[in-house]
């Protein structure tokens, strides 16, 4: 039976639990494999409160966690999303928990494979010329300057002065594979932080080279330098090995406004990419990094209360409101009260 939760007189209002996620998602899924996403409930109602997970309608949908009672506030417990696709389609449905004083909800988002067409252009700067002296050879450079991975073929036309002369094909192939030493992922999501606070995130290099070692160094834009920093700032990458290095996420208040492009003040969203720089690599291995910046600040209006004269053992009342601009969920608390005040 859900009814509102009323504690010291005053009724909870909102949602009693806090997803750790938003939504979960299951992208590029195959069928008949088992895939698992861990989503944490945190309790942020204002005492104990205990929830349920309603069966899911869609039958690929599955969860596993062990019924949690009677949660304090302030504490989380897990529960286990399992997904076990039998039909190559998307699927969109909500995980719903049955809280005593409410329902929350959590979408769940599955999307199947699909092709990422990218489109190859061939750039033509004009025909090729030279001269053939009589019973005599020519040996002309062809270069390869790949922009992207994958196969690469076309034809080249040679055609000759006399008309008597037939033209000659040369068919010319190319396979472009993964640089050497890169990152292992193409982007790192720290998602919500709090402005004036540390965040660190540990993200993997990889050398394929079998046989020398890599000296890497990285850098991030300018306007970035103060928000986000690599640690070390290079290294030494042995062959065929991974290591890891440390990218250290330090918001302030203004590094909405100092990271201009990189970041959307609207919406708090930050992409900044990082680059890793490897020595006798032409090409450089990037990764993005991705982070919503929020505020802390909990504001109190009115800054000063004014309870006018008050007879002995008379009460006054006066209303203070708080404002929460952070994008996630805050505690807070009266400390240091005189005998003569209560709050309620």
């Given at each position: ?7 010291s ?16 998602e ?13 989503v ?24 596993e ?5 009677s ?37 769940i988002i ?25 019973r ?12 992207s ?14 008309s ?9 192939v ?8 890169f ?6 999501d ?7 606070h ?75 990419p ?16 991705k ?19 008050v ?31 209560t709050?309620?």
């Amino acid at each position: 039976m859900v009814k509102p939760q009323v504690i010291s007189g005053r009724t909870f209002e909102g949602p009693p639990f806090v997803s750790s996620l938003t939504a979960v998602e299951f992208i590029d899924f195959d069928i008949g494999k088992t895939y698992t996403q861990k989503v944490t409930f945190t309790n942020v109602s204002y005492g104990f409160n205990s929830f349920k997970v309603l069966p899911c309608e869609a039958e690929a949908i599955q969860y596993e966690y062990q019924p949690p009672g009677s949660i304090s506030a302030g504490l989380s417990s897990e529960v286990q999303v399992v997904f076990h696709p039998q039909v190559n389609r998307d699927l969109e449905t909500v995980m719903v928990l049955q809280t005593q004083s409410a329902e929350v909800r959590v979408p769940i988002i599955c999307r199947r494979k699909r092709c990422n067409v990218q489109l190859v252009l061939f750039a033509y700067d004009g025909a090729f010329s030279g001269f053939l002296a009589p019973r005599t050879g020519i040996s002309i450079g062809v270069h390869f300057t790949p922009q992207s991975e994958g196969a690469f073929e076309d034809r080249l036309r040679i055609s000759f002065s006399d008309s008597d002369a037939k033209p000659l094909e040369l068919t010319v192939v190319g396979q472009c594979r993964r640089i050497p030493v890169f990152f292992k992922d193409t982007s790192v999501d720290f998602r919500i932080c709090c402005q004036n606070h540390e965040y660190v995130v540990s993200v993997p290099l990889c050398n394929t080279n079998s046989s020398s070692s890599s000296k890497v160094a990285f850098s991030v834009p300018p306007e970035a330098a103060s928000t986000l920093q690599v640690k070390p700032v290079g290294c030494v990458l042995q062959p065929n090995s991974t290591q890891s290095v440390q990218l250290c996420l330090a918001p302030r208040a203004d590094s909405l406004t100092v990271l201009e492009h990189l970041a959307d003040r609207e919406t708090g969203d930050m992409r900044v990419p990082v680059t890793m720089n490897v020595e006798g690599q032409a090409l450089p291995s990037q990764i993005l990094v991705k982070a919503h910046l929020t505020p802390n600040n909990l504001l109190v209006r009115p800054t000063h209360l004014d309870f006018g004269r008050v007879g002995v053992y008379e009460t006054v009342v006066r209303s203070v409101e708080l404002c929460n601009e952070s994008a996630l969920p805050q505690r807070f608390a009266f400390t240091k009260l005189p005998d003569y005040v209560t709050i309620c």
